[in-house]
């Protein structure tokens, strides 16, 4: 049945799926009896969309037949458990009521059977068959192999077909490979839209697939990294995408300054700020990450300009007034990031939001690591004076055990200075065989913080 290389799934290969069926049944003798036993066994029914699991007895008129879900068999029947009073399995439920077990034949078609077993039947053999997928709100994601190619058109229709709510099918085409995260792809079946919307932990995300980094299979870090978080705290964001970690750190009661270079990124970010009413408990920037961390920790975030861009005391209508007049001010707020800090400038102070912060969250394993060296002397002597520096929360991917066991020298390196102690790990996922991603944590030494302070009163010291 194996479909040709580039072939297409037509109506002539969905009639190849056309065959009858053989299911285990129980004959109801009296058709009015028909719904009572229906409510007794619906946990072992027969159940497929636009599929009857009560069919007539062909045999006796005043007769029903009762369909049992496809991997039944009679000898299954007595493991099966009843709830309420009475017989307490199915088996012994036929005996005391002199029901009786038959068997019926059901005409099935394409729409009957689940994606796997169409592939397993339309790919050649020896191929093997997609098993998984990510899900982003209305799109699936793939990722084939190579061999899988020739039938990628047919694969991504057949997963279409199976799952209704889905509208888009897309296959990656190639590996990241630039600055702001996103992956060229292929629309292999449905809709050429890549806007949808994704659910997480009550929180609502608004974003275009093709151009901003989302990856679903987070949910779960995305959930135990905020946790970590407690409402008061402030939190920095410096590659924070459109929110995964901001908007669920907002909603526990957080204030967040988030930030990400992407410009898309950016402007579904303030989206999905207003689109979950947190305007006010989160500040957007546009900038590039190692500038938004060195002005943090020197104090000389403009927050005031950032407060501007969806202002806190205005209803979510008003946050809409105009497309054009919003973008505009996107733009100010994210050319306040270009210039460099200077940690012997006085402090910023133009807006009634704090400077200090609790945690610093850097989610780009593939370089995340690198950005580190922006910590080293940005740390301002005047705005943390008295106060406990941020921990950092670091993403990175390591290969076999040399690399993991080598975490705290990479980020040594890249700190310009020693830890004060050792980094915590945790294991996020494994994103391919001996590859995992990880999520570091540590908090920033005061020596690496003040470098430049520490090494300026040390050469007063000499020339005194």
Not at 126 to 137: A, D, M, Q, T
Not at 251 to 260: E, H, I, S, T, W
Request: with cysteine; proline share 6%.
């Amino acid at each position: 049945m194996a479909v040709a290389a580039t072939g297409a799934l037509t109506a002539a290969v969905k009639a190849r799926f056309r065959e009858q069926i053989r299911m285990t049944a129980i004959r109801i003798p009296k058709k009015e009896m028909t719904t009572h036993y229906m409510k007794l066994l619906s946990k072992y029914l027969f159940n497929k969309p636009r599929l009857r699991n009560v069919l007539e007895d062909p045999n006796d008129p005043n007769a029903r037949l009762l369909l049992l879900e496809e991997t039944l068999a009679e000898s299954d029947l007595d493991s099966r458990q009843i709830d309420g009073a009475g017989p307490k399995t199915v088996a012994e439920l036929i005996q005391v009521d002199g029901l009786q077990v038959t068997s019926a034949h059901v005409d099935v078609d394409y729409s009957y059977w689940p994606a796997h077993v169409v592939l397993r039947r339309l790919l050649p053999e020896g191929l093997e068959v997609p098993s998984s997928f990510e899900s982003v709100g209305h799109i699936a994601h793939l990722n084939l192999r190579e061999d899988l190619l020739p039938y990628k058109h047919v694969i991504g229709q057949v997963i279409l077909d199976k799952n209704p709510r889905l509208k888009s099918v897309v296959n990656k085409v190639a590996s990241i490979e630039n600055e702001f995260r996103v992956f060229p792809m292929e629309l292999l079946a449905g809709e050429d839209n890549m806007e949808t919307e994704v659910r997480q932990h009550g929180a609502r995300f608004k974003l275009d697939f093709k151009q901003v980094y989302w990856n679903s299979r987070l949910e779960g870090e995305h959930y135990r990294l905020t946790q970590l978080f407690n409402p008061g705290e402030v939190v920095l964001d410096a590659m924070a995408g459109i929110g995964p970690f901001v908007i669920p750190a907002a909603r526990k009661g957080c204030l967040v300054y988030a930030n990400d270079l992407n410009p898309v990124s950016y402007k579904y970010l303030c989206t999905n700020i207003s689109l979950n009413r947190l305007a006010g408990k989160v500040l957007p920037f546009n900038a590039d990450g190692r500038a938004f961390i060195r002005q943090a920790a020197a104090g000389q975030l403009d927050l005031a300009a950032a407060e501007t861009v969806l202002p806190a005391d205005t209803k979510q209508s008003k946050q809409r007034n105009g497309q054009q007049k919003q973008q505009q001010k996107q733009q100010s707020a994210a050319s306040t990031l270009v210039a460099q800090p200077d940690t012997q400038q006085q402090p910023v102070l133009s807006s009634s939001h704090p400077r200090v912060f609790h945690h610093i969250v850097m989610n780009l394993p593939a370089s995340a690591v690198e950005f580190l060296d922006a910590l080293n002397g940005s740390f301002c002597p005047q705005v943390w004076q008295g106060q406990q520096l941020p921990l950092v929360h670091v993403y990175a991917f390591a290969k076999g055990e040399q690399e993991l066991a080598g975490v705290r020298a990479r980020i040594e390196a890249s700190l310009g200075g020693k830890l004060d102690e050792e980094p915590k790990q945790h294991v996020v996922r494994d994103v391919a065989p001996g590859k995992i991603m990880l999520c570091l944590t540590f908090r920033v030494p005061a020596s690496v913080a003040f470098t430049n302070v520490m090494r300026q009163d040390k050469r007063q010291k000499t020339q005194g």
